[in-house]
């Protein structure tokens, strides 16, 4: 069967479209077959594989596998799409497997083979994205139109790269699998002790989104509070030029009772009031 792997690229030229990127169908043996290094998953269950490669055996293959030559070595092939069933396979003890050479755009294709097909970790998932938009150039918005998914659905994932390396390192190995809308809603939250406390919670499985979302209600209002004592005390030493008393002079020498509302009455008085308090603390000699 490995022959007929090796025949594929000396005989497509003969049956199969110049403008096609998506050849025939081909047997190919699962020894020469390999997997690519910038696959975005990276971890594989047993009992997966196990399943999988039972299916395959009383099934057969339903969908061929994506690939495209190996440069430099005839024969051998880089899996571009379907290394889960390409494990399984040789799990299970098949020899050769259904094959598509992919002749353009196999990054593209090997992510949305995974999103779609294998369930990526969210954390996967937003590598994945996050490479494939740094080496094809796409901004957020050509991602989201590639992908078929939603604009703010592709921020929010790439934003889970945000959150601390050392934690991300740790929500591999945790016992708790952490929600791809919890690790959005994490990655959300400002740096600083609120934030690191919800990560340990995180880590310890005790986190739910609506906290995540309560303490980042919580961490606004007092963004705003604090903004708001800024003001008084930056408004409170604020000493007004000679330009704007003199204003205020000539608007008072405008004024008549009856352009006087009641705010405006408190307002004025406060005012004698202050100007009538500054020259008893400090009199004023006249030049």
Known sequence: ?????????????????DQSNLNHSFEVSTDDLEPDENQPRKRFTQHSLEELGNSLQLHGQLTPLLVRPKEGQRGKWIIVAGERRWRAARLSGLQTLLAIEKSTDHEIASLIENIQREDLTPLEEAKAISEICEQQKWSQREAAKQLGRAVSDINGVIGILRLPEDFLNRVLNSEHALSRNLLIELARVPEGATKTRLLEMALEGTLSISEIRRANLSLADDRKVSQGEKRDKNSAVSVPSAKNMNRITIALKEMTPDTLDKSRKTALRALGKAIEDFFIEYPVQEE
């Not at 490995?2 to 594929?8: E, I, Q």
Request: proline share 0%; no cysteine.
């Open 1 to 17: 069967m490995s022959a007929m792997g090796n025949r594929v690229g000396a005989l497509r030229e003969n049956f199969i479209s």
